[in-house]
């Protein structure tokens, strides 16, 4: 018997794209295991050179460049240039074979460079097989339209409206599931055995600071202005793999019997979020959308240009949370929030209304109907991501 086959393609140039197509893969897994899943970053299957300055490149701009990124993204959303799409398609020439030779029913991508590779091999006639792309943030780029993707999964109706009006997409092939993030957070969790567990006073005040690692924002000088006003403050900070930035969080001087969690790359941060008043980060789609399903404000400390900056606007339109890009403003916001907690308690509740748990099994179940599953039978158990020849 023949499953279905389902490509799960994303490209690990920021940690989102990643985790959005781990959490499609985990719906399917679990709601239609007669579907075959395949998971790949196509950074793995480019050359050497090429991955490491597609992904170290996006890293450094956005981190220490941000205006050159910013006119990279503005030109980029104007038209895609012919030497940057020729380069891509180079280098890409092995994935594409690997991928074609895999023979899958359905290609579903969370990052633009898999649809512009598929794009092109069905103009070339290498393939036909249907593409579907799920859109990680509340923006509709230029660089993710592709006329030959069948189907597109985006974040709310504003960007559905974008993608449609701007590229002629039709609205039945642009679906409203929200961005694909892991069923962990939407999983009831026990506040008080994960207080008691990081060592934190129920009645005192927490606030999350996040970061992914690059481009973390003034957390430094937002954590040390918010204890000047509120001592009494218990701070959590998650630097990810910034080694450098948590040894400078770690060495802040502290308040009087002030708290401070300093901590490394985390798979906890839902039940980090459960214990928090606040979050304070980067606009990220991902780490904004897993927020949000929490029900928790967010204040967006810092945000990348371009598409990061669409995710703060569509946050302060729902009115889950704040947008604070100086030390001062997260200071002020911060402070200000946990003096009026009727105010604290209204803005979790826009925050929770504007979340999107479900948006995996949403995403799953269409791709679903679009391959056919058969008859509930389950797969062998998934080993690593793979591509292989069918038999």
């Not at 039709?170 to 069923?183: E, L, N, S």
Request: hydrophobic share 45%; glycine share 8%; net charge positive.
């Amino acid at each position: 018997m023949a499953f279905p086959r389902v490509l799960l393609v994303t490209a690990s140039a920021g940690n989102g794209h990643t985790r959005a197509s781990a959490a499609i893969a985990a719906a399917l897994r679990a709601r239609h295991p007669t579907i075959d899943v395949a998971e790949v970053d196509v950074i793995t299957r480019l050359p050497r050179w090429h991955g490491h300055t597609y992904k170290a490149g996006y890293v450094r701009l956005v981190d220490r460049h941000p205006l050159v990124w910013r006119a990279i993204y503005e030109d980029t959303d104007r038209q895609v240039t012919a030497l940057g799409h020729l380069l891509s398609v180079w280098a890409g020439r092995r994935f594409l074979r690997e991928s074609i030779a895999w023979r899958p029913d359905l290609v579903v991508s969370t990052q633009f460079l898999p649809p512009e590779l598929f794009a092109w091999a069905h103009r070339k006639g290498w393939t036909k097989v249907p593409l579907h792309t799920v859109v990680t943030d509340h923006d509709a780029h230029r660089i993710w339209w592709q006329p030959e993707v069948e189907q597109y999964y985006v974040a709310s109706d504003l960007v559905r409206a974008r993608l449609s009006y701007r590229f002629a997409v039709p609205f039945d092939r642009i679906h409203v599931t929200g961005i694909p993030i892991d069923a962990g957070f939407r999983a009831r969790r026990d506040p008080v055995a994960i207080r008691a567990r990081l060592g934190l006073d129920p009645a005192r005040p927490t606030v999350l600071f996040l970061s992914g690692g690059f481009a973390p924002g003034p957390m430094a000088a937002s954590i040390l202005g918010i204890w000047q006003d509120r001592p009494d403050v218990q701070v959590v900070a998650v630097c990810g793999r910034n080694v450098r930035l948590a040894r400078r969080i770690a060495d802040l001087p502290r308040p009087e019997g002030g708290t401070l969690h300093v901590l490394g790359f985390r798979d906890d941060v839902p039940d980090l979020m459960t214990v928090a008043d606040l979050v304070v980060g980067k606009s990220g789609g991902l780490t904004m959308s897993e927020c949000l399903a929490v029900g928790r404000p967010f204040v967006v400390s810092h945000a990348i240009a371009g598409q990061e900056e669409r995710n703060a606007d569509a946050l302060l339109t729902g009115g889950g949370g704040v947008k604070a890009p100086t030390p001062e403003e997260v200071r002020w916001h911060v402070v200000r929030l946990l003096a009026r907690p009727d105010e604290l308690r209204a803005m979790a509740a826009r925050a929770r209304a504007m979340g999107r748990p479900e948006a995996a099994d949403l995403v799953a179940d269409r791709i679903a109907e679009r391959v056919h599953p058969t008859v509930a039978v389950p797969l062998p158990p998934h080993g690593a991501p793979r591509l292989a020849p069918r038999a």
